[in-house]
Structure formats: C-alpha cells, structure tokens
C-alpha cells in the first residue's frame, strides 16, 4: 500500500490531533481518519477511484480545523 498524502490538523496532544490519509494499492484507494495521534481511533473507507476518495478527503477536512498537508515520505528502499 502506498500512502499519497496525509493532512493533520495542526494540534498537539492525544485528545486533540487528528489526521487524514490518502493511500492507494493496486486500483483501490483508501481514506484512513485517525484522531488521538498514533495510538488514537482509526475509520477506514474505501473506493474505486482517486475522486472518490478526495471527495471524502474534502468531506472529512471541512470544518474549523486548520488542516495542513505534509509532506509524504518516500518509500524505503
């Protein structure tokens, strides 16, 4: 699977981080929405396409949240 982007709400702490990632494997995408940092809580969808999966990116990323992409590292080698 790999990860194509991954936005974050800008905040600190387990109670109020959030993040938002885009991955795809093979023709599937998938969105993971994640909230209380790595150990946190976890919803997955998926989809059959790329715009699809942006249109429920935007869905998630809107609303009083300050969101920022980051920069997705490159696969290891």
């Known amino acids: 699977m790999e990860q194509r982007k991954h936005w ?3 905040k600190w702490g387990r109670l109020a ?5 885009l991955r795809t494997s093979g023709d599937q995408w998938y969105v993971e929405q994640r909230a209380g940092g790595s150990d946190g809580t976890s919803h997955f969808f998926e ?5 699809a999966a942006l ?3 935007r869905a998630l990323l ?8 980051l920069s997705v590292r490159p696969p290891a080698r």
């Open 47 to 51: 989809y059959d396409s790329e715009d």
């Open 8 to 10: 974050w709400n800008g």
């Open 55 to 57: 249109d429920m990116v």
């Open 17 to 21: 981080r959030k993040d938002v990632y």
């Open 62 to 69: 809107n609303g009083p949240d300050e969101w920022r992409e």
